[in-house]
C-alpha cells in the first residue's frame, strides 16, 4: 500500500500552454482584427507552433477578443494613415482685419505630402464661389487628381452638392467629417494653428488683397522650404540639397518683412 501511494502519477488534462505562445496569439488577433481562430492558426502553424484551433478560438475568447467580424476595426486615424496618398482635404479658417473685417480664405492640403494649396480668400463665402475654388483646384492639379481618392471635409453649407460634383466627376468620393470633430480633420486644423503661429498672429492684415498676399507668401514658404516633422524634416516640395558648410556660406532669406527667416546656400 505504501508503495502504491507514493508512485509519481501525471495530473490529468492536457499540459498547459505556455505564455509565449498564448501573447502570440492575441498579438496576433490583435494586430490583424479581419483574421480569425483558422487564420491565426494556419499562422501559428507556419511559425513552427502546434496548436490546435479550438484551443487558438479558447485563447481568443478568454482575452476577450471576439470573432474576426465584430472585432474592432481600424481606428480613424489608422485609415488616413493608410490611405494618405489619395486623400485630399479642404477647410476654412477666418483671419480678423485691422479694420474689423472678418476675411475668410478656403485651402486644400494633401495628406500624403502635406502640400497646401490656397484656394482663394473673401469676405462673403457663398456656395457658388467655393465651387468654383474647386473647379480651379481640378484644372490645376490635372493629372496629379487621378490618385486621389478621398476629399474630406466638414458639413459646412457652403459645401455645396456643386463643390462635391466637381470631384466626384473626377472619380473622388466625399467623406464629411462628424458634427464639432475637429480631431477628424486634425491635418487642416494643424496646418491652421501653424500658420496663425508662425504668421498671422505677428502681423496686422490691412484687407482682403493684403491677407491673400500674406497668405500666398506663406504657403509657399511652406510648400517649399519649411521642415515637415511626418516628411523627415524635409519641405513637401523638393528637399534641399546638403551644403558643405567649408565650402559654401549660408545666407538669409527674410519673408514677409522678417517674420519668418529661410536659409540657403550663396550662390
Given at each position: ?12 488534462g ?27 492558426h ?12 479550438t ?20 481606428t ?7 490611405q ?14 485691422l ?8 485651402f ?33 492639379l ?33 467623406v ?21 503661429r ?7 492684415i ?8 500674406v ?18 524634416h524635409?519641405?513637401?516640395?523638393r ?14 532669406h527674410?519673408?514677409?518683412g522678417?517674420?519668418i ?7
Open positions: 500500500m505504501r508503495r502504491r501511494w507514493r508512485y509519481p502519477r501525471r495530473t490529468p492536457r499540459p498547459p500552454m505556455p505564455d509565449t505562445v498564448r501573447e502570440l496569439v492575441i498579438r496576433l488577433a490583435r494586430e490583424n482584427p479581419s483574421w480569425g481562430y483558422q487564420r491565426i494556419g499562422e501559428l502553424k507556419q511559425l513552427g507552433h502546434r496548436v490546435s484551433p484551443t487558438v478560438r479558447m485563447i481568443l475568447a478568454r482575452a476577450g477578443l471576439g470573432p474576426a467580424p465584430r472585432r474592432s476595426g481600424p480613424w486615424r489608422q485609415f488616413l494613415t493608410a494618405a496618398q489619395g486623400i485630399i482635404a479642404t477647410d476654412f479658417f477666418h483671419v480678423e482685419s479694420f474689423g473685417v472678418r476675411l475668410y480664405a478656403l486644400f492640403i494633401e495628406h500624403f505630402n502635406r502640400r497646401v494649396h490656397l484656394a482663394g480668400v473673401t469676405v462673403h463665402p457663398t456656395g457658388p464661389w467655393v465651387a468654383q475654388q474647386a473647379r480651379n483646384l481640378i484644372m490645376d490635372g493629372d496629379r487628381l487621378v490618385g486621389v481618392k478621398f476629399i474630406v471635409h466638414d458639413r459646412d453649407t457652403k459645401f455645396m452638392a456643386a463643390f462635391d460634383g466637381g470631384f466626384i466627376g473626377e472619380g473622388c468620393r466625399i464629411k467629417t462628424p458634427v464639432r470633430a475637429p480631431r477628424a480633420n486634425a491635418i487642416c486644423e494643424r496646418w491652421v494653428g501653424s500658420v496663425r508662425e504668421c498671422l498672429d505677428r502681423l496686422l490691412l484687407g482682403e488683397r493684403h491677407c491673400r498676399a497668405l500666398r507668401a506663406y504657403v509657399d514658404h511652406y510648400n517649399c522650404k519649411r521642415p515637415h516633422r511626418s516628411l523627415d524635409f519641405p513637401p516640395d528637399p534641399p540639397e546638403p551644403a558643405d558648410l567649408t565650402k559654401h556660406r549660408i545666407e538669409r527674410k519673408i514677409l522678417g517674420i527667416n529661410e536659409y540657403h546656400r550663396a550662390a
